[in-house]
């Protein structure tokens, strides 16, 4: 059997001979760039894995796969317009190469082309599968959405939790239920499966919090303290302001330069514990992942094995 | 039978009860402000009476109808943003009234929103109609494509055939289409219903374009000369260009007052008759359009007038 290392290279090779129109290439340059652009295809993988986990052959998940990692790369490239992002995984932006206008009717298409792709499932599961991309992909607008609020107002634990279930999580949780449900998984193994890639999302994103306070500068890829600089409302920020006091908005009132802010946070969160405090949040989303699979009847039980190394990765990465 | 008037109520009423999600209300708002505007709500009305044509029932068709107008809709708000339009339909766009970032958060939310309209027909049409809708969209970006890159540079009577055929046909035509498939119809019936909407829209563009020029200020809805003062490529400006010997572009080199260019150019466009063989050229498409609507074998003959009474008053309209 095909194993994940195979899986990986002909996702990425069928991601790379995806057709598209030889019309206006204008508006497709940029498509390809996107997507050109790696990234770990996590998306793709992990439906690519539940498709055969529950007894489907690759062929049948892939251009499924393929349609969720071309929406991943669509909601980045507008994200970096929204965001003013120049940078996106060590390359010019979209929006920075091509311009925002260029980015935004790319982006557009983009989201189409991933509905194509999405069509391409054996017929019995088309309808379904295609409901459930729709439902995930409105859910992870939603999540952006309530991000973007957050910028301009405090939040609470249970707001930042259904933030990043919305954002980050319902695209892993969709891309295991499709998966899935190609495979031809009964609805309990489906949802069980679902119910993984959602922890799994939610430890990522709070590993994600974690390391862009704490985590190795030469190996995040980011520079350190970006979120604090911006006051993104993380688990971390919100735990800090609930705990100290008012000491943390004392800081934040200060006008302090980056540098001195980060420092001062960063020696606040210590203090408190926070940074230890959501890791352990983090291994504790990690362990309801594997909860969560152990309840999924898998036709192929030995590619449970594939699920529990990626959530190990995932929730205690280094970049 | 119901009348198009009933119909178009229908629609309206339809349009207006739309359900969308409780969550994240903000990213919603601005849709509901969106499908607020008005507008002719021309390609629900076209996909709903091809169903009726074709023998199919209103009510099958209206989903799908909806999921045209939500698309159509959603170009304008993605659009608006990339022209730096702040005004639609006498109101401020979506891009005025909720910030750029917020128009393209809530634009994608609404091609998603389109897609789950669409999803909605008949069971045996479902992946047929998904099929024409997503190849429809990529056209019309494609479209607009050409027509931002037409800003930039020359484009022949031919480029510009392409362009409107891109980015008004497809969508009045894949209206029809889809309303065909729906309601029934064989695919001879289904591609001349198509090809009715695509010289529809031709017909409409460009008396679009003539009325940009020629209409009247106090109807037209715009101020009038802005296709001139912004050096549209339209069928007039382009025309004009090849028969002027270079006096277009004299004009148009002159770095004029925007009152003075339309004044200049208009002069131009009345010498060489390019208004009066424009109208002509849209009385051609409507009567291809007519042409193409008799190759169509209706089950309910008497929607034939429906179809005839839209041409016209699109080809020939004042405002």
């Not at 919305?166 to 899935?180: D, V």
């Not at 959602?198 to 985590?215: N, V, Y």
Request: proline share 3%; aromatic share 6%; hydrophobic share 40%.
């Amino acid at each position: 059997m095909a194993d994940t290392k195979e899986i990986s290279e002909m996702i990425e090779r069928r991601l790379a001979s995806i057709e598209l129109p030889e019309r206006a290439r204008g508006l497709y340059e940029p498509v390809r760039y996107a997507l050109e652009g790696g990234g770990k295809r996590l998306r793709p993988l992990l439906a690519v894995q539940a498709c055969r986990a529950c007894g489907g052959s690759a062929d049948d998940a892939v251009d499924a796969a393929l349609g969720l990692e071309m929406f991943h790369n669509f909601t980045l490239v507008h994200d970096d317009i929204m965001d003013n992002s120049d940078t996106r995984r060590g390359r010019p932006s979209v929006a920075a190469r091509f311009g925002n206008n260029q980015a935004i009717l790319s982006g557009d298409a983009m989201l189409t082309l991933a509905s194509q792709l999405m069509e391409r499932v054996p017929e019995g599961v088309a309808r379904a599968v295609m409901s459930e991309f729709n439902d995930m992909a409105l859910r992870v607008y939603e999540g952006q959405q309530l991000d973007t609020e957050f910028e301009h107002r405090n939040a609470t634990i249970d707001e930042y939790f259904e933030m990043i279930r919305l954002k980050t999580g319902a695209l892993l949780a969709s891309a295991c239920r499709i998966g899935a449900m190609i495979g031809g998984a009964d609805k309990a193994t489906a949802d069980a499966l679902y119910e993984y890639g959602m922890e799994l999302g939610i430890a990522f994103q709070l590993r994600d919090d974690w390391l862009d306070t704490f985590g190795d500068a030469a190996t995040f890829g980011k520079p350190i303290g970006g979120d604090i600089v911006n006051e993104k409302k993380t688990w971390m920020l919100i735990t800090a302001r609930r705990e100290s006091h008012g000491e943390l908005d004392a800081i934040l009132d200060e006008d302090l330069e980056p540098a001195e802010k980060i420092r001062q946070v960063t020696r606040l969160y210590e203090r408190l514990r926070v940074g230890d405090r959501c890791d352990a949040a983090a291994a504790e989303h990690h362990a309801l992942a594997i909860a969560a699979l152990d309840k999924a009847q898998l036709a192929e039980p030995q590619l449970r094995e594939f699920f529990i190394e990626t959530v190990d990765r995932m929730a205690s990465r280094k970049l």
